[in-house]
Structure formats: C-alpha cells, structure tokens
C-alpha cells in the first residue's frame, strides 16, 4: 500500500502571494496528484481560502501551542512556529509530513522525491546550510556564527551555545518526517523548554537542530541498516539568504553558482534583504546578469485571484531587515 503523504505550510494574509507560488509549483507538477497539502491558516481572508480549496486539502487554524495565553504578545505568525512540530496532532492520518516554508518553491520534483525517500526509512530528511557557494562559509562566517551563538544562548544557555554552535544548522523550512519519527516528540519538548528562557524567532529551528544533535541514540529503528538521519545536498533547499543561484538559460532553470552547476530543486527565497528588495541581478552561464525575482514563474502566476509582494513585509521577527 501506498504511504499517504502530505506537504504542509503555513501563511498569513500577508504571505500569500508566496504562498501561492509554492502550491502551484507544486501542484503543476503530475508527481504532485496523489500528494496532499495541508496548511496552518494564520489569518488567511474569506477571497484567499476560497482560492485554495481548489489546491490544498486541509486548513486548520492553529492553537497557541505550549499552553501560551493568547500568544503570551507574539505576533501570530509565531503561532506557525510553535505548531511546526505538531504536524500530525492537527493533520492526522499521514504516514510521512514533509513541510515547505510557503517562501520556498519546487523547481524540480527530484528534491521532494529525496525528502520522501529519506522520510521512509528513517527519522528524519533535512538539509544543513552546508555548500561551497554558501557566505557563511567566507565574508558572512563571523556574522553568522555569531547568530548561531546568540539563538543558542537565548535558547538554551551559554553551555548549549559553546557546544553546538560550530555544528552546521539543519534547516527548518524544509524537512520530512514519518509520522512514528521520535522527533516529534523530542522537538516538542525541547520548544517547551526554551520558551521559559526566550522567544526568539528561530526558537524551533534551534530545538530541531539540538533533537537531532543531542538525543541521535533515540533515532532507531528496528532496521539497523537504516540510517537515523538523512542529510540532503543544498541543491534540495537552496538558502537565497546563503548565496543567490545562477541562470542557465539553455535549460530555464535556477543552478548552484558554481561547477558542475547542477540544478536546483527547491528554492528558498529565504533572504529578508533579497525580498525587501524585490529583485536582483543574477548571473547567466555565459557570464552576463539577468534581473529576477526569483519566485516560481517570477511571481506570474495567472490565477482567478491575483497577488503581489506587499511593499514591505511586517517585520515581526524583530529580524532588523537581515536573517542573520
């Protein structure tokens, strides 16, 4: 029997011009047919869900997750964050839960066929900011290792931050999970645990990362030849805020920046920069730039309801315009 998959996200009303374009990068796809979408309504309008019943199968309303009152004064989005980790509470009956960060779209199916495969066999399937193209790596690695100290420190302590913070950061906006996973679980009670000391607004994507580096004993399965965790190449989520893509025109396709140029499969307009501006001048193969925005079909999306970017984005992160 075939396992019954769904891919889940979450919008606010603001978001859905993203939103859109990532459904619909996935449902032109025919891989797509047999799939579900499942998504975390966070203030979507009446226009905008009547839209999506022709594409997604669930929507549901999230609850303030780990006994928040009201959000405690987090912005709603927040509340999107905090229900990450209860995919399967609110969207029963799956066997595996792959989530998309509605910024993130599909170029090509070989990425969600990797999250799937790896879902299947074992805990987890997540991609680390890891790519020789990636600023972290060279002008941005002071700044964003002082990122990742800061988000453990406010997180979880000094302790936690000298000790994890040289691993690289599994990225949270794209990842699989069968529905058995202990992950869940263990996700769970690490958010519950560093709510009391911050709440910052990458606090799920830290406690994923420490699940998966503090407890990696508890990811067996009865298979011993199955490994816990499968770590996926960044061409399966490619960071724009890590390094822009480039444009190979002869296949009309996004690839990485550098030799042998492969393509990419999901791109994730990740960087606040990059949508606060809107666009950019990304290079070609033959060494010239073209100016793109990229978003699936470059944000045309021809729908019976049209969107756009908002101008400029409600900086509820506290975020100052920069992701790190």
């Known amino acids: 029997m075939a396992a019954k998959i769904t891919i889940a996200s979450a919008s606010t009303a603001e978001f859905f011009h993203f939103l859109q374009g990532m459904i619909l990068s996935v449902r032109d796809k025919p891989q797509s047919r047999d799939i579900h979408i499942s998504l975390y309504d966070l203030g979507l309008t009446g226009e905008q869900k009547a839209w999506l019943k022709d594409y997604v199968n669930n929507i549901v309303a999230p609850e303030w997750e780990f006994g928040l009152s009201a959000g405690a004064g987090m912005s709603v989005p927040f509340k999107g964050i905090l229900a990450k980790p209860y995919l399967p509470k609110y969207f ?33 399937a997540i991609t680390p900011e890891i790519h020789r193209a990636y600023t972290a790596n060279y002008a941005a690695s002071r700044e964003f290792h002082a990122f990742i100290v800061d988000l453990y420190a406010k997180t979880w302590g000094d302790e936690y931050a000298a000790q994890y913070s040289h691993y690289p950061i599994l990225n949270a906006g794209v990842f699989a999970m069968p529905k058995d996973s202990p992950i869940w679980g263990l996700w769970q009670d690490n958010i519950r645990t560093s709510l009391s000391r911050s709440h910052h ?35 399966c989520n490619w960071l724009c805020h890590q390094s822009l893509p480039l444009f190979d025109q002869t296949r009309d396709a996004f690839v990485e920046p550098f030799l042998p140029h492969e393509k990419l499969g999901i791109i ?57």
């Not at 830290?206 to 770590?231: E, K």
């Not at 793109?292 to 506290?318: C, F, M, V």
């Open 92 to 124: 029963p009956g799956y066997d595996i839960y792959m989530h998309l960060d509605a910024d993130a779209w599909v170029q090509d199916w070989f990425a969600v066929d990797l999250y799937l495969t790896g879902a299947a066999k074992t805990a987890l």
């Open 268 to 324: 994730h307009r990740s960087s606040d920069d990059f949508k606060d501006k809107k666009s950019a001048d990304i290079g070609i193969l033959d060494g010239q730039t073209i100016n793109r925005n990229l978003k699936y079909k470059e944000g045309e999306y021809h729908t019976a309801i049209q969107s756009a970017e908002p101008d400029h984005l409600s900086d509820w992160q506290g975020r100052g315009g920069k992701k790190y």
């Open 201 to 235: 607004h990458c606090i799920e994507q830290a406690a994923l990362n420490l699940a998966v580096f503090m407890y990696p004993d508890r990811f067996q399965y009865d298979a011993p030849i199955r490994r816990n965790i499968q770590y996926l190449p960044a061409t």
